[in-house]
């Protein structure tokens, strides 16, 4: 079974940037479809960015394509999300959640696995 903990998260002001990282244990890491989601109070948990299993394919949401870029480095079990030009409607908790799987999904209920998440919060 994998477990997920991301990190990276903070407080800053709109257009600064910050990276977050998603830390995975598990043999199977390099086989698993990658996303973040992210949630802010009283809102529905929101599709960000997938990748897939070899890194070479990569889907993001319209609201942050252009600004945040998804990777992974599979040697060392990590995705991370670099978030570019933020602003204060990024502002959420941002969850790192894995597939066993080739396909790319953007909803949480094709995620088997998830972390625990890391605030972002976008001052203006």
């Known amino acids: 079974q994998v477990q997920l903990v991301e990190s990276g998260g903070g407080l800053v002001q709109a257009g600064d940037s910050l990276r977050l990282s998603c830390a995975a244990s598990?043999?199977?890491?390099?086989?698993?479809?990658m996303g973040w989601f992210r949630q802010a109070p009283g809102k529905e948990r929101e599709f960000v960015a997938t990748?897939?299993?070899?890194?070479?394919?990569?889907y993001y949401a319209d609201s942050v394509k252009g600004r945040f870029t998804i990777s992974r480095d599979n040697a060392k079990n990590t995705v991370y999300l670099q978030m570019n030009s933020l602003k204060p409607e990024d502002t959420a908790d941002y969850y790192c959640?894995?597939?066993?799987?080739?396909?790319?999904?953007?909803?949480?209920?094709?995620?088997?696995?998830w972390g625990q998440g890391t605030q972002v919060t976008v001052s203006s």
């Open positions: 598990g043999r199977t890491f390099s086989r698993y479809t």
């Open positions: 990748i897939s299993w070899s890194g070479g394919g990569t």
């Open positions: 959640a894995g597939a066993d799987t080739i396909r790319l999904y953007t909803t949480p209920g094709n995620y088997d696995y």
